[in-house]
């Protein structure tokens, strides 16, 4: 009986027939399975299609294909309609809905402890939920992601005058993009190929972005030695439904789906895999630094005007409610 009721909810919210074929619910990431975004997008499709046995398809669309291929477009999409579901950057959403911009506060939550912390505490997610509840989009559960590190050529990023002036590419993540300029870095975003060239004429000083994607890249093959964790930028994975999809299945439905949500991210071991992509870098060549609680104070107190600006736009009681989780670890 269930089965039946999903099936029927399925096909009306589709406008599918039986004889047309299963219904299909649109899933993105803006990255492939090779990392754990894109990992936690295809396993959360892959338990819904397990559960649903071929009544409908949940299919997975990585790259942010169905977003102009722009992960910051995404939640926009989804809210849209132009996509069913979506596991995404809570950093790269916050570009639509400033909210997302609290799990990545400059040095809010620098540990992997301090992250998961963050990511799981209640009080931030009830209030993320309301937030993206009237923008017409449920989500349905949070996760770690990991940081973000800093590639350079010469010495790590200990203190702000190793930025001073420096050409950093990074994603074009406005938060991200105010931090690296409030500590007198200029951001500039490309393809890799056109980065490529550049670090080779030294036009460019350094990169910006998680240690898997670093190490994808070979950052040490562009002579970038150095890769600090610095623990500016922390993330979350956030796993949402359209509130219209979500709005039709019932309450053990959408149990399901919350449940099949936390298992995918499990299975996508995204701290893991990003401490994991530290050691392999460190494998071609690169010396990878950590700066002391001190260096990382003085950099926290010199974005205080980004700080200021983002409190006031996600809402200084969510981000309270964020510090408060992560002191208490």
Do not use: C
Request: hydrophobic share 55%; net charge positive; aromatic share 6%.
């Amino acid at each position: 009986m269930k089965r039946r009721s999903f099936v029927l909810s399925a096909l009306a919210l589709a406008g599918t027939s039986p004889a047309q074929g299963i219904p299909e619910f649109r899933l993105s990431t803006a990255i492939g399975p090779a990392f754990a975004l894109g990992k936690a997008g295809e396993r959360w499709s892959a338990l819904l299609n397990e559960q649903a046995a071929g009544v409908h398809e949940v299919r997975h669309y990585p790259g942010a294909a169905l977003a102009a291929r722009d992960a910051l477009r995404e939640f926009g999409a989804l809210r849209d309609g132009a996509v069913d579901m979506a596991v995404g950057s809570a950093l790269a959403w916050s570009a639509q809905l400033p909210v997302f911009g609290v799990y990545g506060l400059p040095w809010i939550a620098p540990e992997p402890r301090e992250q998961e912390a963050l990511a799981s505490a209640p009080a931030v997610r009830e209030r993320i939920e309301d937030a993206a509840a009237s923008a017409g989009v449920v989500v349905v559960s949070t996760a770690a992601l990991g940081e973000r590190a800093i590639a350079t050529f010469d010495g790590g990023v200990t203190a702000q005058a190793a930025l001073a002036g420096r050409a950093i590419r990074t994603v074009p993540i406005p938060l991200i993009l105010q931090t690296l300029a409030a500590l007198g870095a200029r951001p500039a975003s490309m393809p890799l190929a056109d980065a490529q060239a550049q670090f080779a004429a030294r036009k460019l000083d350094g990169q910006e972005g998680p240690a898997s994607t670093l190490a994808a890249a070979r950052v040490a093959a562009s002579g970038l030695k150095f890769v600090t964790r610095w623990g500016a930028f922390a993330d979350a994975m956030v796993f949402a439904v359209r509130q219209s999809l979500w709005s039709r299945w019932s309450p053990a439905q959408q149990a399901a789906v919350r449940a099949a949500a936390a298992d995918a991210a499990r299975e996508a071991g995204a701290l893991a895999r990003e401490d994991a992509a530290f050691g392999e870098l460190v494998k071609q060549g690169v010396d990878v630094v950590r700066p002391t609680p001190a260096q990382r104070a003085a950099l926290r107190a010199a974005v205080d005007r980004v700080w200021a600006n983002w409190t006031a736009s996600i809402g200084a009681e969510l981000v309270a409610a964020a510090q408060a989780a992560v002191q208490k670890t």
